[in-house]
């Protein structure tokens, strides 16, 4: 089974940054949050990150990655002895200057010498690309179905997600009305409503996405697996996506009419999987990210 064990600024994070790595979605993974990390109300201050361990699940495609596996270990044993027969006719030559016995054979060795090497490296420069960009459907918006306050578990991750944030958000001073609902895989998504003043998102989402943090934990600790957990208030979500959207775009005219790179601001990584998305189908420009958490961002680079 395949593994990789991602470390961020929240769980949520180092999950979407080994989603990404891996190039599959939360569903072709088994989740295990390895350390929750330590940081302040409303995200202000962290002393640790986070740290969790994906298991990509057994299905019809592992074969095949474990084909091309064995397939680029297959072509680096070639190109090993490659390196070391050249040395050895090197030295005999200048020693055996009248013999033709290997003059003749270096014409044979050596055209299926170089065969594996360009295989090997159109496979690495394949799978750095998949890496690297993300598949549109990272991006589709699951459905959403809405659970009547009537019905909801309390025990539920969902049931759950709504008293902690009642309660939160009463501390917090602010008067709302949350209304909670599940995609096909579980997923918890909150909504609230009411006179938030911009409170409940903070700059840039950052309140947001801290409030978003503490309900993860709480709706996670003790339990199996992993359930994600998105807050929105006054459709700040998808106004943020417009908006880096938007902003993609321009940076990339940028790149064009300029002929240099472009890079952006430090984002999460769901917003910068936002910005590789949108530019993936310019053909004039290329995106990647760059730098360590918290501070890691997205380079557009225009393709010459």
Do not use: W
Not at 2 to 16: G, H, L, M, N, P
Request: proline share 6%; aromatic share 4%.
């Amino acid at each position: 089974m395949k593994q990789y064990e991602a470390s961020a600024r929240t769980v949520e994070e180092a999950i979407e940054q080994g989603l990404q790595e891996l190039g599959v979605s939360i569903g072709d993974v088994d989740v295990r949050v390895v350390e929750e990390g330590s940081k302040g109300l409303f995200g202000l201050f962290g002393s640790r990150p986070a740290r969790v361990c994906l298991t990509v699940k057994a299905s019809e495609e592992d074969p095949l990655g474990n084909l091309l596996e064995e397939e680029t270990v297959k072509a680096e044993k070639p190109a090993k002895k490659a390196e070391k027969k050249p040395e050895n006719k090197s030295e005999n030559k200048p020693e055996k200057k009248a013999e033709k016995k290997p003059a003749e054979k270096k014409p044979e060795k050596k055209p299926a010498e170089k065969k594996p090497e360009p295989e090997k490296k159109a496979e690495k420069a394949e799978a750095a690309e998949e890496a690297e960009k993300p598949e549109p459907r990272t991006l589709e918006k699951p459905e959403v179905t809405m659970i009547p306050a009537d019905q909801l578990d309390p025990e539920s991750p969902a049931g759950v997600a709504k008293e902690f944030l009642g309660e939160l958000t009463k501390l917090m001073g602010v008067d709302v009305t949350i209304d909670m609902g599940t995609d096909a895989e579980g997923n918890v998504y909150g909504y609230m409503n009411g006179d938030t003043l911009g409170i409940l998102i903070g700059r840039r989402g950052e309140t947001l996405d801290a409030l978003q943090y503490l309900t993860s934990l709480k709706v996670n600790r003790g339990r199996e697996g992993y359930t994600r957990v998105t807050l929105d208030t006054e459709n700040y979500r998808a106004k943020r996506e417009d908006t880096l959207i938007r902003l993609a775009n321009r940076m990339a005219n940028r790149a064009l009419r300029t002929g240099r790179k472009v890079s952006l601001e430090p984002m999460n990584p769901y917003e910068r999987r936002i910005i590789h998305f949108a530019l993936q189908q310019n053909e004039g420009v290329t995106t990647h990210s760059e730098g360590d958490e918290p501070n890691r961002h997205v380079v557009i680079t225009h393709k010459k």
